[in-house]
């Protein structure tokens, strides 16, 4: 690789999941057949919570955000993948690759954040429900969602700007199928220390928040339901939020275990097969975990398909 620094970089090169030739077309299948069951999925559970009066409330106005969001997120890395697969090309441009990274963080941090409002919705159902509908009002709900898409917007614009500063190597791979933040900040040739420290601030700030706003609504719900005299009460309480517990626990342990990992599986294909996990699993999973753990889902989706 050639050391001369170069601003003004005009593409990177996306070196995949494996760069075995025979083994192309079945990730291509693969990662086609997970996008679409991505897609569909996500997309019939927004249009069932759109379409039903039934499902007009808070939770699952959140749900749908939410399955809105995932096509979005899924849709930022494996088009772009698959077409690299289709084409034998692994090259992305600097601006394709600066985009790629925006839509990530924004869609990623979106994520985190609605599954936190979604846990404090189940807070408020659980511990104060004479006074849900007062406190979850359609205006909050709105103010909620909005202040998620501003706060993970204005994340993706500062780490965007911080990365902009950064100069890169003429010949830059990165070992993964998408521009991944901390694999592309590393490539750099020039400083690198403001991008670690707005990185680490951020996480902290905006990943660990959420997670610990996660963690209290939880343990208020714990102690709310251990408070209910009968074994069916508790039962039908705990079961209100079992979706979304099962989703965070997807979401927050994929991502941990991907930048817990140590700095050298960065420079691995191994950083690429976990971050399948985030990127792909995670958003084809959550369909299924509504739809089979959701009573008022299934039943929706039985009138859904009755039309």
Known sequence: METENDTHISEFLLLGISNEPELQPLIFGLFLTMYLITVFGNLLIFLVVSSDSHLH?????????????????????????????????QVITYEGCINQIYFLLLFAGLDDFLLTVMAYDRFVAICHPLHYTVIMN???????????????????????LMMLRLSFCRVLEIPNFFCELNQVVRSACSDTFLNDMMVYVVAGLLSGGPFVGILYSYSKIISSIRGISSAQGKYRAFSTCASHLSVVSLFYCTILGVY????????????????VMYTVVTPMLNPFIYSLRNKDIKEALKRFTEQ
């Open 260 to 275: 817990l990992n140590p700095a050298d599986a960065h420079n691995s294909h191994s950083s690429a097969i976990a971050s």
């Open 57 to 89: 409330t808070p939770m699952y106005f959140f749900l749908s955000n939410l399955s809105f969001v995932d096509i979005c997120f899924i849709s930022t890395t494996i088009p772009k993948m698959l077409w690299n697969i289709q084409t034998q090309s």
């Open 138 to 160: 359609p205006r909050l709900c709105a103010l909620l969602v909005l202040v998620s898409w501003m706060m993970s917007a204005l994340n993706s614009l500062i780490q965007i």
